[in-house]
């Protein structure tokens, strides 16, 4: 079975969270969708090695903060009859970062969750978006959450 993760890049704003979020390329899966950090896990690593190492990859970024949202993204995937458990991770990143995109993206933009309806097509990343936007300007995260790296 495919293990994968998700990462939600994040930064934090007067008004409350605003995503980073990535134009798919045409030659990749998802192609022209907008999305956040995802990828599979490799052999010998744990799903938050594989996302920190997703999100450099992709971004060639490092978070200020890493955590694990206590939700998974759960789908039904056809192609192998199988329904996905994915975790999912918190990076909250320094705006004034470089943003440095590999081949699977083609643009990337900052949004708000009122946004969210226009750019995010997966119910379930909706969801998790919302959630995480709801820890973090509520300040509920707790110590537990939070992935020293």
Do not use: C
Not at 20 to 33: E, G, M, N, T, W
Not at 45 to 58: C, K, N, Q, S
Not at 138 to 143: A, V
Request: glycine share 4%; no cysteine; net charge negative.
């Amino acid at each position: 079975m495919k293990r994968l993760v998700d990462v939600y890049p994040y930064r934090k704003e007067q008004d409350g969270v605003e995503f980073l979020i990535f134009k798919r390329a045409a030659d990749v899966s998802y192609a022209h969708q907008w999305r956040m950090i995802g990828g599979k896990v490799n052999r010998d690593e744990t799903h938050f090695e594989a996302a920190l190492r997703e999100l450099e990859e992709e971004t060639g970024l490092s978070p200020d903060l890493f955590w694990t949202i206590p939700s998974v993204n759960q789908f039904y995937d056809h192609d192998s009859d199988s329904i996905l458990q994915i975790p999912a991770f918190g990076a909250q990143i320094n705006q004034e970062l470089a943003i440095t995109l590999n081949h699977e993206h083609v643009s990337w933009k900052w949004i708000s969750p009122n946004e969210f309806n226009t750019y995010i097509q997966w119910p379930e990343q909706k969801r998790l978006m919302n959630l995480l936007a709801d820890i973090v300007t509520s300040k509920q995260m707790l110590n537990e959450w939070i992935i020293e790296f």
